[in-house]
């Protein structure tokens, strides 16, 4: 499975912007790339996902480097509710569909 | 959106019971269910995969006969654990795709936390 590296934890200050990265250098050509997060005592619950265009929706953006082999997910304005574990997830490119987590990054958001 | 509803959020049992854990696609049909397990301050861990119809496929180290995984129908998979014991209090999440082959979005449940004493 190709894996992905995120830093430990980041903070940021309440509504200003909070870019997230991810390297994922073992990328292959059909690997979506996933962002989740999880809220404590919750399932994860679905960011954006995108593939080699830089994606909007209506939570975040999804910035794919050129190369894929890394990216970033925006979230324009950080708000209290954002504070959670976010995870980058390359989902297998073989017709098994599963989803590995990896350790993530803690996002603290300050008041 | 789809949801996928986990049932019970939360549930106590006796060393050596089983704990039988549904979950529901409630307006959409999946074919296939993931089911993860997760320790404080750990990540997911892919326990296995539910196919509709079929046997579940295992990750490497999962005792299949511990975990027994039925997925009878399109809207509905559960999770049994077996002779539970206090190792196996976690937080147990199921996960449901849906979408086209390549452009899968995952629902999650909301987690059955499982304390065995």
Redesign the interface.
């Known amino acids: 499975d190709a894996k992905t590296t995120q830093p430990n934890s980041m903070e940021s200050n309440e509504e200003e912007p909070v870019h997230l990265p991810c390297n994922h250098s073992t990328i292959s050509g059909?690997d979506?790339i996933?962002w989740?997060r999880?809220l404590p005592?919750?399932?994860?619950?679905?960011v954006i996902?995108g593939?080699t265009s830089n994606v909007n929706n209506r939570m975040a953006s999804l910035a794919i480097a050129e190369d894929r082999k890394s990216s970033t997910l925006i979230l324009h304005r950080a708000t209290l509710r954002d504070a959670a574990v976010y995870?980058c997830i390359l989902?297998d490119g073989d017709s098994?569909?599963?989803?590995?987590?990896?350790?993530?990054t803690r996002l603290l958001v300050r008041p | 959106g789809a949801v996928v509803s986990q049932h019970p959020s939360r549930v106590i049992c006796k060393s050596g019971t089983s704990v039988k854990i549904e979950c529901r696609s409630l307006d959409f049909q999946a074919t296939t269910m993931f089911w993860y397990r997760q320790f404080p301050k750990q990540s997911l861990m892919l326990m296995a995969t539910s196919n509709e119809g079929s046997k579940a496929t295992y990750e490497q180290g999962v005792e299949k006969d511990k975990f027994l995984i039925n997925h009878a129908s399109l809207t509905l998979s559960t999770l049994t654990v077996t002779s539970a014991h206090p190792e196996d209090s976690s937080f147990y999440i199921c996960s449901a795709s849906t979408g086209t082959v390549f452009n899968y979005g995952y629902t999650f449940g909301s987690g059955t936390r499982l304390t065995v004493v």
Do not use: V
């Not at chain 1, 005592?41 to 679905?46: A, F, I, L, N």
């Not at chain 1, 098994?96 to 993530?104: A, D, E, M, N, P």
């Open positions: 059909t979506y996933h989740y999880q005592s919750q399932g994860p619950e679905y996902h593939l995870y989902r098994s569909y599963k989803l590995i987590f990896g350790s993530g």
